[in-house]
């Protein structure tokens, strides 16, 4: 069963906006913030979608602490942002994160007294993103909403729903792999029972970030 989700987890991070990388070159100022094809190349166009897996071998995890390995990992998932502006480098092109997907039949959850996971869903979509030359990302939520992930859990006494809430999202993008990078991004439990935890850490690594098929760079 595939669901909508996390983060940009968010996501991709996702998320789930979210583009690739850290500049070419120091002081570029040649071409837009967001090329494709090659560093300095081709210039995404308004209103194109950018998509990106998890990085082959990696996992995107739900951790209950910063430094901890309990909680919920997931080997497949995806985000998908539509670009709403791509200046002239140096500048910040900005994004909305329109789907932000996790496949729950790749997760699994090492919590003692739960069997499995049923979903991870991001609410509250489409969240605004914008992407530096420097390479830095940041999500944030609808004007008076919260990026939102809700993890439904299968458990011994039936089915649990835990609901965690951050207040934005910070990510790293690098054009060495076309990827987006979110580490260790705190939520906090607004609802659920004590068998979710107080505190989930979101971390992710998503690539390659596409336009069409295309490779994607910041510049």
Do not use: W
């Not at 850290?22 to 494709?36: C, E, I, N, Q, R």
């Not at 390479?135 to 299968?154: D, E, F």
């Not at 011994?156 to 999202?169: D, E, N, R, W």
């Amino acid at each position: 069963m595939r669901t909508r989700s996390l983060l940009a987890l968010a996501g991709t991070a996702t998320a789930l906006a979210l583009t690739a990388a850290a500049p070419a070159f120091a002081g570029a100022s040649a071409g837009s913030v967001l090329t494709k094809g090659s560093a300095g190349g081709t210039a995404v166009a308004v209103g194109d979608t950018l998509t990106a897996p998890l990085a082959s071998g990696t996992a995107a995890t739900f951790y209950s602490s910063a430094t901890g390995t309990s909680g919920v990992k997931c080997t497949a998932s995806q985000f998908t942002a539509k670009v709403t502006g791509n200046p002239t480098a140096p500048g910040t092109a900005t994004e909305s994160v329109t789907g932000h997907t996790f496949d729950s039949t790749t997760c699994t959850s090492n919590v003692t007294g739960v069997l499995g996971v049923n979903g991870i869903t991001i609410d509250n979509l489409p969240y605004s993103a914008t992407v530096a030359s420097s390479g830095t990302l940041s999500v944030q939520p609808p004007s008076g909403s919260v990026i939102q992930a809700t993890v439904k859990l299968r458990t011994l006494l039936g089915s649990v729903t835990c609901v965690y809430q951050a207040p934005g999202l910070t990510g790293k993008a690098a054009n060495a792999d076309n990827s987006i990078t979110f580490t260790n991004q705190q939520f906090t439990k607004s609802s659920g029972s004590s068998l979710c935890f107080a505190n989930g850490y979101f971390t992710a690594k998503y690539a390659p970030v596409t336009d069409g098929g295309v490779n994607v760079f910041v510049n």
